[in-house]
């Protein structure tokens, strides 16, 4: 047996290592790699880690798992796989008797990746190759996996009987493909976590790319294996640091025990890694032991403990704490053992080995001959006996229970956790029409959404009241009539932030409206006061379709309905939305929604406040030909990068007007869809270009275009949370690409409204976006003209003095144009009920319908947004033609107003420069 050799002080530094190694869970901090330093050409150190390793064996037995590294060959650096599972080879065969398996799942997991074939066919499938190779590897090492797969017929098939292959066909998918699936679920939620316990290779991912990961085996592409001479292949370095993180990562969590797993009970100490030569600087392991106490470092690993020997020369970048001796070295552990490292402290311990020739130190001598191996803590009963007891345990509590079932039974009704006429959704929240706040913001993320639906439910309930007075008095007045909210109100895990949807700037300015609507009804009695149902269509309108039959019942239930706001995004659901309304013969107005496909889909009852996507376009096109922003210096563009989602039916039909609109200037697209995207396969007719599978690629495309031809603008017609992740991207290389001019969609707007403002992210960017409401700049463009949009704006102030609204929000387009919505159909409702004499039995969604068709009376209204005139009849289009358009600058100043401000207001120039196009 190798024995500890009694230098002076190594009683010390031994009893320092024993009480590390056994430490009791709870009291663990991080511990440095303790080098033990060699001068010249001796082996000092080496006896040292020799002694160790016998110390942490007893009689056929482990005391303590370990792993020992022997030196390679001279001049044979292992293979960085080859260490890895070395070491995780030793420390799984020395577990001692009664702790359990180790297993390594993440570890495994990225083991599989690393060691993958390089995968071939569409970009789109290769992630599922990744999976199955993955789980094939998983097979190997777990026993349930390989038994489902053997039962589902293993992987050949060939000349077995019709039996066989009967079975084969049936179990397969059974047996094969779910539990592949299963695997591809719980792989991604264990090695990223989710919510706010975000796992290491989330955080990892974000710092390498920008933004967090949402599939595993998608972003574990860019660690499959490639040819060397591919620019884009992972480099050993950071190989070495995933895989060594995965590791630690693992160790850490089996050190943890469970509260029903004995076996885990019983793992006591610390894992130990020795190495017998750890060499120069820039040998193998070495550099192992540095991306080892780096990722320690990053992790707070507690569980691991390194000794190596044979240290020839050190790597001065990385910092050590330096004692003098072994007897310092062991005072220097005592210390740690007794109050925790301290953050900030280094993450290594050279000490420097003793002479060979040093004569034996008597004290230490004496010491190691009656305490020669390591001393675990003991376990009064085995793994087995606990089992059974717990067992025991259980099935006692299983028998009061029964007994208390039987006394006394339980409640036993179904009971649907969302409140009222809501129902649980596709992304697992209440979906549905409700009253006000009832049973939508809930989350702590969605408190802005929560406070309007507040003040709506508020202003409903002030509404019911003076009604109920009124009908007491006896007094005169119109009864009130109910719109409903159809918006995405809440989301899912992953979902878009309301903010980023436009909701809550959207039901800010619908309470607003609201409020202005009853004050004016509560003055006159030829107003019709409103009472607000919010509907949650879902996130990225899932549930839309559903939602929109519970309106249609309300609507042939309750007769003061008379209308329907919302539809701000151009979503397949959206759409099947309007056909349920549309064949129930309700009146909608749309809010931010600009598609085509919302008018052709809602004809007659469809009607929009915002311009639509051609008008958008045109206004896009002649400010990209005309304007002199192109950030590469004073001009015009001279090629536009053109950024479009195929399965969006907003993105498409945006980018589809411009590309009719854009001329003769050069434009290449690109295909950009979320990779969390739910919205399904591209939209009949989608625009074809180039494809971009995640914002690295696209960044990175984009950067090759505009170091190629400066003058190179970007048109964003995809959505803002892709566009965050975009700008994060080029921020990143932005060493090749310092500037970039962007010209957005009206949908970017919502990227202002999330506390960080795009040039924050990419500080050279020259931002520009298409705007269809602002209320602060049609104020300034029109004067006292702009009655409308000073109504919103002291409103808006009022309450943001009780709420502290930000001034992002005030200028945005959303706000507005909900204001205007419900202003536009009160006004409405207001002239219908004039037309049939104040009769309210007769008052319907019917008769507001033949207003909206035929027109308010004066031919239209000014309203916050500027000219709205949307009639349908006489081809009037159920849309304002020349409705006003801003072109925004990053700071929110118009660098472009074109449009009908008022009846009379329209100006054809922007500024003394610029034509408008003819609308």
Not at 823 to 842: I, K, T, W
Request: net charge positive.
């Amino acid at each position: 047996m190798d024995r500890i050799p009694p230098y002076a002080g190594m009683d010390r530094f031994i009893g320092a290592f024993d009480r590390l190694v056994v430490q009791p869970r709870r009291g663990r901090s991080r511990l440095p790699a303790v080098l033990l330093t060699e001068s010249g050409g001796g082996f000092a150190g080496r006896r040292i880690v020799a002694g160790l390793r016998a110390r942490l064996r007893g009689d056929n037995v482990m005391l303590a798992p370990h792993a020992y590294v022997t030196p390679a060959p001279e001049g044979h650096d292992a293979p960085h796989l080859e260490l890895f599972e070395q070491i995780t080879q030793q420390l799984t065969d020395s577990m001692p008797r009664g702790s359990g398996r180790l297993k390594l799942p993440g570890y495994r997991l990225l083991h599989a990746v690393l060691s993958a074939p390089r995968f071939e066919g569409p970009v789109e499938r290769r992630h599922r190759a990744l999976r199955d190779h993955c789980y094939a590897d998983h097979r190997q090492w777990s026993p349930l996996s390989a038994a489902l797969w053997r039962l589902g017929g293993g992987d050949q098939t060939s000349g077995a009987g019709f039996i066989e292959l009967l079975w084969n066909f049936f179990s397969g998918p059974l047996f094969q493909q779910l539990p592949c699936a299963l695997f591809g679920m719980r792989a991604t939620r264990r090695i990223l976590g989710h919510g706010r316990n975000r796992r290491w290779y989330a955080q990892w991912y974000r710092q390498q790319h920008g933004s967090p990961p949402t599939d595993f085996f998608r972003s574990a592409l860019d660690l499959v294996p490639r040819d060397h001479d591919d620019p884009d292949a992972p480099d050993p370095e950071q190989v070495d640091r995933v895989l060594m993180h995965a590791l630690l990562a693992d160790l850490d969590a089996a050190a943890r025990p469970r509260r029903f797993n004995p076996w885990r009970r019983r793992r006591s100490t610390r894992f130990v890694v020795l190495f017998e030569e750890l060499g120069p600087a820039d040998s193998r392991t070495q550099r192992f032991v540095r991306e080892l106490r780096t990722a320690s470092a990053d992790l707070g690993t507690t569980s691991v403990f390194v000794v190596a020997a044979g240290v020839r020369s050190l790597a001065a970048r990385v910092p050590d704490i330096e004692p003098s001796d072994l007897a310092h070295a062991g005072a220097e552990l005592d210390l740690i053992l007794e109050s925790g490292m301290r953050t900030g402290r280094p993450s290594g311990m050279t000490v420097p080995a003793p002479a060979e020739d040093e004569p034996p130190d008597e004290r230490a001598a004496y010491w190691l001959r009656h305490q020669p191996r390591l001393v675990p803590p003991a376990h009064r009963f085995s793994p087995g006996v606990e089992v059974v007891s717990t067992a025991g345990s259980v099935a006692l509590v299983l028998v009061v229970l029964a007994g208390l079932f039987a006394w006394r039974p339980l409640d036993r009704d179904d009971r649907d956790d969302c409140a009222g006429k809501t129902f649980l959704g596709t992304d697992g929240t209440c979906v549905g029409v409700a009253e006000g706040a009832k049973g939508f913001g809930r989350s702590k993320d969605d408190q802005g959404v929560r406070d309007a639906l507040k003040m709506i439910e508020a202003q409903n309930s002030e509404v019911d009241t003076a009604t109920r007075d009124k009908e007491a008095a006896g007094n005169g007045g119109a009864r009130p009539r109910t719109v409903v909210y159809l918006g995405p109100l809440s989301g899912g895990r992953g979902a878009q932030d309301p903010v980023r949807g436009g909701t809550l700037p959207e039901l800010r300015g619908l309470a607003l409206a609201q409020a202005r609507i009853n004050q004016l009804a509560r003055s006159s009695h030829d107003r019709v006061p409103l009472r607000v149902l919010t509907a949650n269509a879902g996130d990225r309108f899932q549930d839309a379709e559903k939602v929109a039959q519970q309106i249609a019942q309300l609507a042939r239930r309750d007769t003061s309905v008379v209308g329907v706001v919302g539809f701000g995004q151009s979503r397949p659901g959206t759409l099947d939305a309007i056909k349920v309304l549309n064949k129930a013969g309700i009146p909608m107005v749309g809010t931010s929604g600009t598609a085509a496909e919302l008018l052709r889909t809602g004809r007659p009852y469809y009607f929009q406040m915002a311009p639509t996507n051609a008008r958008l376009a045109q206004v896009m096109a002649a400010f990209m030909r005309q304007a002199r922003t192109v950030a590469a210096g004073p001009g015009t563009a001279q090629r536009i990068e053109l950024v479009a989602d195929p399965t969006d039916v907003y993105s498409n039909d945006l980018a589809r007007e411009f590309l009719k609109s854009a001329g003769r200037v050069p434009t290449t697209v690109w295909e950009h869809t979320p990779q969390d995207d739910t919205g399904g396969a591209r939209v009949p007719g989608a625009v074809r270009g180039s494809l971009a599978t995640s914002a690295p690629d696209l960044a990175r495309h984009v950067c090759q275009a505009v170091v190629k031809t400066p003058r190179t603008a970007v048109v964003w017609t995809a959505r803002a949370n892709e566009f965050t992740a975009f700008l994060d991207e080029m921020n990143r290389l932005s060493g090749e690409c310092p500037r970039l001019t962007v010209l957005g969609g009206d949908d970017v707007t919502n990227s202002l409204l999330q506390g960080q403002h795009p040039q924050r992210r990419f500080p050279g960017l020259a931002l520009y976006y298409i705007a269809h409401g602002s209320a602060p700049e049609l104020q300034r463009a029109a004067g006292r003209s702009a009655i409308e949009a000073q109504e919103f704006l002291r409103a808006y102030d009022r309450e943001n003095e009780r709420h502290q609204w930000g001034e992002d929000m005030r200028a945005d387009g959303h706000p507005v144009l909900a204001w205007d919505a419900l202003r536009y159909l009160s006004e409405a409702v207001d002239e219908a009920r004039a037309a049939l004499g104040g009769n309210d039995d007769r008052l319907g969604p019917s008769q507001v319908q033949s207003v909206l068709y035929q027109g308010l009376g004066g031919g239209g209204f000014n309203g916050a947004t500027g000219r709205v005139d949307a009639a349908g009849a006489a081809g009037g289009g159920r849309f304002t033609p020349d409705k006003l358009v801003f072109v925004l600058s990053g700071d929110g100043r118009a660098k472009a107003v074109c449009g009908a401000m008022t009846k009379t207001l329209n100006p054809k120039k922007w500024g003394d420069r610029f034509d408008c196009p003819a609308a």
